[in-house]
T-cell receptor, first 113, second 113 residues
Framework: EDQVTQSPEALRLQEGESSSLNCSYT??????LFWYRQDPGKGPEFLFT???AGEEKEKERLKATLTKKESFLHITAPKPEDSATYLC??????????????FGTGTRLTIIP | DSGVTQTPKHLITATGQRVTLRCSPR?????VYWYQQSLDQGLQFLIQ???????AKGNILERFSAQQFPDLHSELNLSSLELGDSALYFC????????????FGPGTRLTVL
């Protein structure tokens, strides 16, 4: 069964204190590893897609990386507005038009001013 | 703003009732996905439609059904509602096919009393 596990469940950082969030996956025939940001009561906001081991993508203070078994979301010098829940998801997508995402339970990130 | 719209934003109803949630995908997107998010279970995939046809099914209860109309909007019907059905229901859309990120709507918060 496809599984995505995120750690830690919650992380509190001081403003400017860099860290990394982990996402490990067992998704057969992985066709993409996705990162989303979700603010309370709102829909997930797309951040990155990674397709192959070694791939990296950056956006402002965030950088996502992918290995064969896990992905990391690195946060450099975070600001309070980076506080949110970060969700990781794997897509099986073995058949055309079947693009089910399996989500992890997320890491709740709090940046303290 | 992701471009995906959902109505209503909030819905309060009683056990045993039936409700319909509506989703309009981003312009040009052919795939629509429904997800359920509750506090104890995280984001769970329910069902996917691609250009009017069902393409993937997740842990969707028999009391729930969905369809995608010729204009590509989608409806999720929930019947014989139980207290445990209280959750946030999200719709997402994508271009479809092997590539394409999923973009989420703002969600419908369902409360069953």
């Amino acid at each position: 069964e496809d599984q995505v596990t995120q750690s830690p469940e919650a992380l509190r950082l001081q403003e400017g204190e860099s860290s990394s969030l982990n996402c490990s996956y067992t998704v057969s025939g992985l066709r993409g590893l996705f990162w989303y940001r979700q603010d309370p009561g709102k829909g997930p906001e797309f951040l990155f897609t990674l397709y192959s081991a070694g791939e990296e993508k950056e956006k402002e203070r965030l950088k996502a990386t992918l290995t064969k078994k896990e992905s990391f979301l690195h946060i450099t010098a975070p600001k309070p507005e980076d506080s949110a829940t970060y969700l990781c998801a794997g897509r099986e997508g073995s058949n055309f038009g079947n693009e089910k995402l399996t989500f992890g339970t997320g890491t709740r990130l709090t940046i303290i001013p | 703003d992701s471009g995906v719209t959902q109505t209503p934003k909030h819905l309060i109803t009683a056990t045993g009732q039936r409700v319909t949630l509506r989703c309009s995908p981003r312009s040009g997107d052919l795939s629509v996905y429904w997800y359920q998010q509750s506090l104890d279970q995280g984001l769970q995939f329910l069902i996917q439609y691609y250009n009017g046809e069902e393409r993937a099914k997740g842990n969707i209860l028999e009391r729930f059904s969905a369809q995608q109309f010729p204009d590509l909007h989608s409806e999720l019907n929930l019947s014989s509602l139980e207290l445990g059905d209280s959750a946030l229901y999200f719709c997402a859309s994508s271009v479809g096919g092997r590539a394409g990120e999923q973009f989420f709507g703002p969600g419908t918060r369902l409360t069953v009393l």
